[in-house]
């Protein structure tokens, strides 16, 4: 019983530890440089998901790698990817210098989303967005008109995004545990049986 005990401990420290590094391992500042305007193609080719809406909240990011990110969640209104939920919810630096978009709640936005190192749909001043009621945004809203519309998918990606490691590292830990137990179990009936 000492040795499962000792497992245990061993396990929680280790993540405890895993997820004390994830959060203080902060990522070196850095002025916001967009490369080169991409075309409409190349920011749909490179683009995870593309999508309009509406934003309802915006909130700091629960589990993000950037220290100040902020999490904002959209009522979607057409979507021109596949992967697109009824309600969208994306990640961007809370820092202009460091490329962060500027949401406002209330207001619609085109969204180009991109998967970030962490596994959650972000964007960023870089990847084409656009405020609806701006011209920019009417003239990239024609712009789309020409790709064909995509289903939305029931629900929300919410859960899944930013989640995705520490969902995994949860579910090993719960996995390691409970076979540590049945080892442990199966080891002590063989031992009464002897």
């Not at 019983?1 to 997820?19: D, N, Q």
């Not at 998901?49 to 100040?68: D, L, T, Y």
């Not at 049945?182 to 063989?190: D, F, P, T, Y």
Request: include cysteine; aromatic fraction near 8%.
């Amino acid at each position: 019983m000492k040795r499962i005990a000792h497992t245990l401990l061993v396990l929680l420290t280790c993540t405890g530890i895993l997820f004390t590094i994830s959060g203080l391992t902060a990522k070196s500042a850095y002025a916001c440089s967009c490369a080169v305007e991409s075309s409409f193609s190349d920011k749909l080719k490179r683009a995870e998901a593309v999508f309009s809406g509406k934003v309802i909240a915006i909130r700091p990011a629960m589990i993000s790698s950037e220290w100040n990110a902020k999490q904002v969640t959209l009522d979607v209104q057409q979507g021109w990817s596949e992967g697109v939920h009824q309600r969208m919810s994306v990640e961007t630096s809370g820092e202009s210098a460091a490329c962060g978009y500027t949401f406002e709640k209330g207001s619609s936005y085109i969204v180009y989303a991109y998967d970030n190192e962490g596994g959650a749909l972000a964007t960023s001043a870089c990847s084409g967005n656009y405020k609806l009621s701006s011209l920019d945004g009417a003239a990239e809203l024609k712009r789309l008109s020409t790709v064909a519309s995509i289903p939305l998918l029931a629900g929300s990606n919410i859960w899944l995004n930013g989640y995705r490691l520490y969902a995994g590292i949860l579910v090993s830990a719960v996995v390691i545990i409970w076979a540590s137990l049945w080892i442990s179990r199966h080891r002590r009936r063989h031992r009464e049986m002897k």
